[in-house]
């Protein structure tokens, strides 16, 4: 949900957490880590694939992920990209601000499946959280687990720092166009389950490619399009 009805918006808010800016923290060039508090997330989970939202306006949200609960502290990773109320608000937070995060939900096509399938994550600067999110689920248990993230190259070595088995694809002008031939020379097992996110026409090329190319079942490819070209929020 992008815009509503602002007395809509305001039942909407009501129902989600009131949390604390605790910190906004510049990790590169366009990534930045928000940490804020509430006591209701002590001892709250996070399913991998799980987005939430805030306001962003009088009748505006728009959603981001919740990368890492720690105690009472939520953080997410945030990927500037120049425009929008969004980010606007964002830069605007400052320690001790208010801000109302709504609960957190998986969309049942994007779910987290539990087995030992191999998992990869494919996406942009938009998918770090999401990508921390299945790193720190799947830990030590053995299963397979790849993020193959687009960035710019500024920003990569913070990538690596926040996703430890992150393959890292430096992004030139097209979005999407570095992840696609990185996907076209890959190996895969054919066994993996595919989580594809981010840019929504770069996700409809990698669904088709991985299809085509490498012949992955189409229940083993699952896609959630982040932000779309002249779309705003999704
Ligand atoms: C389920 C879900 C989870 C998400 N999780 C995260 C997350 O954890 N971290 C995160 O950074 N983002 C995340 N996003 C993406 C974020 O919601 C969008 O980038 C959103 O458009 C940002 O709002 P805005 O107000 O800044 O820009 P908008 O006002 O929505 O957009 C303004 C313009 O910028 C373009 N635009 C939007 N995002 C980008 C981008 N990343 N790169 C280039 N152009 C862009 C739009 O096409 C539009 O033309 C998530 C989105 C969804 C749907």
């Given amino acids: 949900m992008a815009k509503t009805l602002?007395?809509?918006?305001?039942?909407?808010?009501?129902?989600?957490?009131?949390?604390?800016?605790?910190?906004?923290?510049?990790?590169?060039?366009?990534?930045?880590?928000?940490i804020v508090r509430c006591p209701a997330f002590a001892g709250a989970e996070i399913t991998p694939g799980a987005a939430t939202s805030w306001r962003v306006s009088r009748a505006d949200f728009r959603h981001y992920t919740p990368a890492v609960i720690d105690g009472d502290a939520l953080s997410v990773i945030i990927a500037l990209h120049g425009s929008g109320e969004g980010e606007r608000l964002l830069l605007g937070?400052?320690?001790?601000?208010?801000?109302?995060v709504l609960k957190w939900a998986v969309?049942?096509?994007?779910?987290?499946?539990?087995?030992d399938r191999p998992i990869v994550v494919v996406g942009d600067g938009t998918v770090i959280s999401l990508a921390m999110q299945f790193e720190r689920r799947i830990?030590?248990?053995g299963r397979g687990f790849?993020?193959?993230?687009?960035?710019p190259e500024a920003d990569r070595e913070a990538v690596h720092a926040l996703v430890r088995g992150a393959e890292t694809v430096a992004r030139t002008g097209t979005p999407g166009a570095?992840?696609?031939?990185?996907?076209?020379?890959a190996t895969f097992t054919g066994d993996e389950i595919f989580y594809l996110a981010g840019h929504g026409q770069s996700i409809q090329r990698q669904r088709d490619l991985l299809r085509s190319r490498f012949g992955i079942d189409r229940k083993a490819?699952?896609?959630?399009?982040?932000?779309?070209d002249g779309k705003v929020g999704l």
């Fill in 107 to 115: 969309k049942r096509s994007f779910a987290w499946q539990d087995g």
């Fill in 146 to 151: 790849r993020a193959v993230l687009e960035v």
């Fill in 139 to 141: 830990g030590d248990s």
């Fill in 6 to 34: 602002g007395f809509i918006a305001d039942r909407i808010a009501a129902s989600g957490y009131a949390t604390e800016v605790v910190a906004r923290e510049r990790l590169s060039e366009s990534l930045v880590r928000l």
């Fill in 93 to 100: 937070l400052q320690p001790g601000d208010e801000l109302t």
């Fill in 221 to 228: 490819v699952r896609t959630q399009p982040f932000w779309a």
């Fill in 178 to 185: 570095g992840l696609d031939a990185y996907l076209a020379s």
